[in-house]
């Protein structure tokens, strides 16, 4: 699976060492390159020694120490590297990276990367939770750094909570639907379109409508889209959202550019979702200057943007359509209307004004509808836990297509 890629694994100092050292094996096993950077904390928890045996590679921790006088090492690791891993991740080495501090071998390596660095944190909940961590961990995000989510469970620290190093193997399945896309996993060999975001109708060069979307669900789908096998496309209007590994972003700003960019593509999709927020319409008219202000009120007459969805419902031949109902009364009432209308294989409904919901939340409490009548309701949910249930239920429906 792996062969002639490279990994470089930077391994920092917490009790989760260990499955830093279980990662480099399986990932040896799987054929890939690895070669180990271990800060001076790391090497408390676990010996140099272990890490060279299993890469089969010499292990660097120390800046100065010069190997290969043709090379400078931690340029020459840097460049060699087609992928970064720092795992486990310390809120300390985030936060250096984070900062631009390079004070030792793996944090100097980590600045000099040019390929992807996927970051996958390890701490205490509570440090997890810490003010500085989220921040310093939003800049990495924006920046475009990946990151690895700990998953939840006992902490060595005797906390019960979220911190844990995700486990080895899904790391390596990661890696491997990073290296292979479209190759093994739920949604293999299948296209997948995804729309995420607000869509955004300049009245003037100063002012726009738009909407409360921040993308994080619908970035949450291509990214697990991704990570099961599949060839993703996102339509994303603006975000502030690093685009996820392995898929091609097409960045649209109003709905008509999305409505062109989606119907474009949708001949050739397997799987579409729509989870951006359209606007449904758009000023009539776009000034070219800066609109003066004036006393009393003001009216700016809007005109209807095409409902993206329908028409897709309209055309669609062998595609399974998904859709999304955010709304704030009758939900259910209102997301069957919508399954029905726009002809779709289900519906997304979730109620926003419910607690954990809705938009700019991490959390999303949803229920999805099928076009038989069923139903599915799901507790309240990581926006990419809900992306995984709602991929699952995609591929389900895919199955289902040729019976
Ligand atoms: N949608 C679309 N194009 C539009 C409006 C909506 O493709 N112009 C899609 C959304 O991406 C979503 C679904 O239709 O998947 C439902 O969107 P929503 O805004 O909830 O519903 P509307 O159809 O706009 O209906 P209403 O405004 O009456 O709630």
Known sequence: MGKGKNILLCVSGGIAVY??????????QAGYEVKVIMSQSAMEFVQPLTFQALSRNDVYFD?????????????DLADWADLVLLAPA??????????GIADNMLTTVLLAATSPVWIAPAMNVHMYDHPAVKKNIQTLSDWGYGFIEPSEGFLACGYVGKGRLEEPENIVKLVDAHFR???GGLLAGKKVLVTAGPTVEQLDPVRYFSNKSTGKMGYAIAEKAAEMGAEVTLVSGPTHLAPPHGISLVSVETALEMH??????????????????????????????KVKKQDGMLSVPMERTPD?????GEQKQHQILIGFAAETQSVDLYAKKKLEAKNL????????????????TETNLVTFHFKDGSRRDLPLLSKKEVAKELLIEARRLLEGRFQ
């Open 19 to 28: 499955k830093a050292a279980a990662l480099t094996s399986k990932l040896a």
């Open 63 to 75: 800046t100065f120490d010069e190997k290969d006088s043709s090379v400078i090492a931690h340029i």
């Open 90 to 99: 310390t809120a300390n080495a985030i936060g250096k990276l984070a900062n």
């Open 181 to 183: 896309p479209g190759q």
């Open 260 to 289: 062109e960019a989606v119907t474009g593509r949708f001949p050739e999709q397997d799987l579409v979702i729509k989870s951006a927020a359209v606007a449904d319409y758009k000023p009539a008219e776009t000034f070219e200057h």
């Open 308 to 312: 993206i969805l329908k028409s897709l």
């Open 345 to 360: 294989d289900m519906i997304v409904s979730n109620n926003i004004t419910a607690e954990g919901a809705g938009f700019g």
